[in-house]
């Protein structure tokens, strides 16, 4: 068997480069100081698998170039500047190392909150940059006995749940995805309400970012917090509304914050910056030597696997090649995936169990239509802590029952696919179908019969089936601001209906509020795709 060639597109840590160097059935060229130009048009063609990091764009020129190239690993957590769609409809599996920094992230959280409470940088810059001693300035908080509210329980958060417990922090987590043993089993306190993390005296904020996290944290949620609540983010940047969190700074409803992660990067003219009661890092979750040695090390044995074809470790697509699946099969299999998302997104709970149906030929798929759907269903707690390689194991890990089924083919519809997902708090059953070879459709919603493009912001609105409701709720829209592109109505046997409802905007609280004040409501979601 020939070798297969490994290019290193950007700078990794040299241990990582040692492993490509020191393995003797490939070759390892290192293209890290070459000028992109000349990377794109004269080394990737003679790849078969690269290593990235965000120097390097996977785009249009370079999956052009990238004739033999089956793997492409991405050395760090991050895909921005990949083109996941693209790599798949040319067979390139997308990898990335996401797990190597996390306690690099979880030490840093640390160091932002130990930093606000004794307001560490501003006392340093006083001594060693102005040479004044005034130890009289300087008087900060403890964190023992404080109250630390954690948003998202992963690997990130519960690591930095576990470090408070050490400081005799009095410590609550939020996190509807996960079993409330995984907390409690801690001696840790779990909540579903949302209000009690706001009334801690520190939070902090470890979650994917989505349609569901995106501005979780904004003026209304600022506006019931303790005064003088101390703010952590590092995870992601917007998923605390940045003019919300500077009004709060400046006023002192705020007391401190310490943050590593902009809306928009870098952010040196931020208007963050300019306070004193803000500890601020240039991105740093995953700077430490550890980390980049450990992300150098995964990186190299990830490629060093694919390249050799025994595996494809935390593959965060899955190739289909046009010529290798029917080509009435690969709409299906994003629409089971869309599906999976959005059952995820209206429950918005701990899944307990996850039922993929199909019935017709697309019957033949049904084990990738259980793959897609689990990493549907998981994405919305998991973010990119999971893919088509693990899905299912990390469904199973976290104590989630896996069904499919082939039923009859009497639907009436050559092919259709759905998904039963029962949670802690009920069960929901979407199904849907593809006319046309590629207008995807729901068609069923529990009960409920209707037609209902999967995309953009639909709110699913469901009510005692009386007069005037679709004025109400359209009233209602008017009233925020919100177009209404869509309005799908299914009525079942009960006297009730639901409304699928497609806006262009952002639907907020307040609407939902408003929504479910409506005398007919018996409940009100919302979901993106």
């Not at 043993?181 to 779990?190: E, P, R, V």
């Not at 944290?217 to 005064?227: H, R």
């Not at 010529?323 to 709970?349: M, W």
Request: with cysteine.
């Amino acid at each position: 068997m020939s070798k297969k060639t490994i290019v290193v597109c950007d700078h990794i840590h040299q241990d990582g480069l040692d492993i490509l160097a020191n393995d003797s059935e490939i070759i390892f060229i290192n293209a890290a100081d070459e000028p992109k130009d000349k990377l794109v048009s004269e080394i990737i063609p003679k790849a078969d698998v690269a290593i990235t990091r965000s120097s390097t764009d996977v785009d249009d020129i370079f999956l052009e170039n990238a004739k033999n190239i089956t793997a492409v690993v991405r050395a760090g957590v991050g895909v921005d500047n990949v083109d996941i769609p693209g790599s798949s409809k040319q067979g390139i599996v997308i990898m990335n190392v996401p797990t190597a920094n996390t306690i690099a992230a979880v030490e840093l959280t640390m160091t932002h909150m130990l930093s606000c409470v004794r307001t560490f940088p501003y006392a340093h810059n006083n001594l060693k940059l102005d040479r004044i001693w005034r130890r009289q300035d300087w008087y900060g908080t403890e964190l023992k006995d404080k109250k630390l509210g954690v948003i998202g329980f992963g690997n990130i958060g519960s690591r930095v749940g576990i470090r408070s417990k050490a400081f005799e922090m009095d410590v609550v987590v939020y996190d509807p995805y996960i079993d409330r043993t995984k907390a409690t089993d801690l001696d840790i306190k779990y909540t579903k309400n949302f209000e009690d993390i706001l009334s801690c005296d520190i939070i902090t904020i470890h979650t994917p970012k989505n349609s569901e996290t995106i501005g979780m944290i904004g003026k209304e949620e600022i506006s019931k917090m303790k005064d003088g609540v101390i703010l952590i983010n590092c995870a992601r940047g917007g998923l605390i509304e940045e003019e919300a969190l500077l009004e709060g700074l400046k006023s002192g409803k705020i007391g401190f914050a310490g943050i590593d992660v902009f809306d928009k990067e870098p952010a040196t003219d931020h208007p963050l910056l300019d306070l004193n009661n803000v500890t601020v890092t240039p991105h740093l979750g995953a700077n430490t030597k550890e980390s980049q040695k450990n992300i150098a090390i995964q990186a190299a044995e990830n490629a060093i696997a694919a390249a050799k074809g025994i595996a494809y470790p935390n593959a965060l697509n899955l190739p289909i090649k046009e010529n290798e699946l029917p080509d009435f099969v690969r709409p299906y299999l994003e629409l089971i995936q869309k599906i999976g998302h959005l059952s995820a997104q209206v429950t918005k709970c701990e899944v307990k169990s996850i039922k993929v149906m199909t019935s017709g030929p697309v019957s033949d798929y049904i084990e990738s239509m259980g793959t897609f759907a689990t990493v549907g269903v998981l994405t919305e707690s998991l973010g990119d802590q999971v893919n088509y390689v693990n899905a299912e194991f990390v469904a199973s890990e976290r104590g989630i029952e896996l069904h499919k089924e082939v039923k009859p083919n009497n639907s009436g519809f050559t092919n259709k696919v759905g998904i039963k997902l029962t949670t802690a708090e009920g069960t929901i059953s979407i199904a849907g179908t593809v006319f046309d070879d590629t207008e995807q459709r729901i068609i069923e919603i529990d009960d409920y019969t209707l037609d209902v493009e999967p995309k953009g912001t639909m709110i699913f609105f469901r009510n005692t089936d009386t007069p005037g409701v679709i004025g109400d709720v359209g009233g209602i829209m008017a009233r925020n601001g919100l177009n209404i592109s869509d309005f799908r109505l299914g009525r079942d046997s009960k006297n009730q209906a639901l409304a699928v409802v497609r806006v262009d905007g952002t639907v907020t609280k307040a609407i939902l509020e408003q929504l479910s004040a409506l005398k007919a409501c018996i409940s009100v979601s919302h979901a993106s795709i």
